[in-house]
């Protein structure tokens, strides 16, 4: 299986109807992957709190419009990382999209853990409540977003949910870089899945970010990792190895909590 994770950076000089545009054209650019994954929040800056209640849109808005096309363009499943969600009664909702290869939304998935403690994303937005997996014909994927990264009993019920394959985008801070690597590596071990973390690069609203886009198989050797600047990282892989991890090293049968 091949996965292209686009490592963007968000210039705050650019609009967000050309940003969409040229993502959309890098998702193209990655013809021959199965799956394409963007990070959290790029149409405005994770960290750009004063702009998400002005550039909000309803799930099926026009982000939804251009990957959706993007998608179908390119033949590959493709997580189109997160976008500020409002839905009909207003609330506000840190959303990921993925669509299948003929552009249909084949799920979303409202961020549970909100980041900000008392403030930023953790007041502005709502909480999502469900776990959400997605079949795919080589892997079974689990999809979290950036702070989740930091709560293991979330990924242990997408694993009982059949996932094989943790897909995280991101928005995460420069100055915690290596805790996004550490995490990272750590989900993939005590999870015996591969871990698919696609980060931003740049500054966003004045906050350095890590970059360092990561691919992890179930023993935790990294694959790939990007450095700090925009750029996509590409990575073949062989999902039946989470299969073959698991029965070589049942771990996860022996849980007793």
């Known amino acids: 299986m091949r996965a292209s994770l686009i490592q963007i950076a968000v210039d705050e000089d650019e609009s967000v109807e050309s940003r969409r545009r040229r993502v959309a054209s890098l998702v193209r650019e990655q013809a021959g992957a199965d799956l394409v994954v963007l990070p959290e929040l790029w149409t405005t800056g994770a960290f750009a709190f004063e702009e998400f209640e002005s550039e909000a849109e309803p799930l099926a808005g026009p982000t939804h419009e251009v990957m959706a096309k993007a998608a179908s363009d390119t033949g590959a499943w493709l997580h189109a990382g997160s976008i500020p969600e409002r839905a009909p009664d207003g609330t506000l909702y840190n959303t990921s999209l993925l669509f299948s290869p003929s552009g249909e939304l084949a799920a979303s998935y409202r961020k549970i853990h909100r980041f900000g403690f008392d403030k930023g994303e953790a007041v502005l937005m709502g909480r999502g409540e469900s776990l959400v997996t997605v079949r795919l014909p080589e892997t079974t994927l689990g999809v979290a977003t950036c702070y989740d990264l930091r709560f293991p009993e979330l990924f242990r019920g997408l694993v009982d949910a059949g996932a094989e394959t943790l897909v995280i985008p991101a928005g995460w801070p420069e100055r915690r870089r290596d805790h996004w690597t550490l995490l990272a590596r750590a989900r993939a071990v005590e999870n015996q899945a591969f871990v698919l973390a696609c980060g931003t ?13 990561i691919v992890v198989d179930p023993w935790g050797q990294v694959l790939a990792e990007a450095g700090a600047d925009e750029e996509v990282l590409t990575v073949e892989f062989d999902p039946g190895k989470v299969t073959e991890t698991r029965e070589q090293f049942p771990a996860l049968k022996d849980r007793v909590l």
């Open 201 to 213: 690069a740049g500054t966003h609203a004045r906050v350095p970010q890590a970059g360092h886009s």
